[in-house]
């Protein structure tokens, strides 16, 4: 028999850093820089961007540890005002990349000095050993750019890049045009949505189960769901192990994989069997939600934010149980948990988070007791 010793997780789909990486070789790393720089200023209102280089001041530059460093601290941090400085002295490796990275879109890379998941490869007669060099680093080629004169592609890279031929080619000056492949790449990779209906209450308040009652003439957990099929990939109801039987059939459901965490444990659950995707999260006690609410939400989704959510306008505060969380929200979720935190309204308070006005602020009334279905003015059955 084969044994396997640990769970067989999903994983997000990183490469080395994040997400979304691509790594410029071939060229000066003076026009990477240039490059990563102007691709950097027209999509940063759009993408959280990132880029990775190293030190170029120069063999002869000065090696001694900075600051504390050299006295043996580990991290030394800098609040330089409007930015804030990092020293680090530690061997990272990609899990160590990978957390401080998590929230980037869009993260570019000078290959001469970093590898990446995706490479951009730039025909440049005066880089032409320094490619040969690092024929092994490409991996998958997303793009070619011809340098300043060139016309042509180097053999031993038509030779050895499989379908070189169907790999797009731009000249190297043509900032449009690379402009509009990054974005429609960016555009390809917008993580899709599923809905998650979180249903694994007690009811304790209530006093029988919230997602049974048939408020729209069917059990209030199916309504939400039938609201969030027609805008989500996937509809799934959430609930506690052992529930499932309650649930009926007309959605599949997602037992709860993080015990005792309440809604907390149901959201890191979804992300547990599907991190690649956003999570759009409605509770099951609101009887006044409406597909309009809903899609208002995903109109004004901000993926390069951790969550979208509606402010409250009980307490004027984060709703976290109608929130579309990204997949980059998964990390900042197990980082809270690890902190002693299961509250998703803090992680939202304390995390880059677009918070809307609902367009009818009543849609978001929770109903918790019977004395509360009451003073909305609907039948408690």
């Not at 990486?21 to 027209?42: H, M, N």
């Not at 030779?159 to 429609?184: C, Q």
């Not at 599907?274 to 099951?284: E, G, H, K, R």
């Amino acid at each position: 028999m084969l044994h396997t010793k640990h769970t067989n997780l999903t994983r997000p789909a990183l490469g080395r850093f994040g997400r979304n990486e691509w790594a410029f070789v071939g060229t000066s790393c003076g026009k990477i820089q240039q490059l990563a720089r102007q691709l950097i200023a027209a999509m940063s209102d759009r993408y959280q961007c990132a880029y990775l280089d190293a030190d170029h001041t120069g063999a002869d530059a000065d090696t001694a540890l900075p600051g504390a460093l050299a006295a043996g601290a580990t991290l030394e941090y800098t609040d330089a005002i409007h930015s804030h400085l990092l020293r680090v002295q530690a061997n990272w490796g990609i899990h160590q990349f990978r957390r401080i990275f998590n929230e980037a879109d869009l993260i570019l890379v000078n290959g001469n000095h970093h590898e990446a998941a995706a490479q951009v490869v730039v025909i440049d007669p005066a880089k032409e050993n320094s490619l040969r060099k690092r024929m092994a680093q490409l991996t998958d080629v997303r793009l070619i750019l011809l340098a300043e004169g060139v016309e042509q592609v180097f053999d031993f890279v038509e030779n050895t890049l499989p379908d070189a031929d169907k790999i797009p080619r731009l000249h190297l000056s043509d900032h449009a045009g690379i402009l509009r492949f990054f974005e429609r790449e960016m555009s390809a990779k917008l993580p899709p949505v599923n809905g998650l209906v979180l249903a694994g209450g007690r009811s304790l308040r209530m006093g029988r189960d919230k997602g049974a009652i048939a408020w729209h003439g069917k059990p209030q957990r199916e309504f939400a769901a039938d609201l969030l099929k027609n805008m989500c990939a996937e509809v799934f109801i959430s609930c506690r192990p052992g529930q499932e039987a309650e649930m009926g059939t007309t959605y599949p459901t997602l037992p709860d994989t993080f015990a005792d965490l309440g809604p907390y444990g149901a959201i890191l659950s979804a992300f547990r069997q599907s991190p690649n995707t956003a999570w759009l999260v409605v509770a099951c006690d609101l009887p006044l939600l409406d597909e309009a609410t809903l899609r208002f939400l995903l109109e004004n989704r901000q993926p390069r934010r951790v969550a979208t959510t509606f402010e409250s306008p009980f307490d004027q505060m984060p709703e976290p149980l109608i929130t579309l969380w990204e997949p980059k929200s998964y990390a900042v979720l197990l980082s809270f948990l690890a902190q002693g935190y299961s509250c998703p309204r803090k992680v939202l308070i304390n995390s880059d988070t677009l918070v809307l006005q609902a367009p009818r602020p009543e849609a978001l009334t929770n109903v918790n007791t019977p004395e509360e279905a009451e003073k909305i003015g609907m039948e408690h059955r």
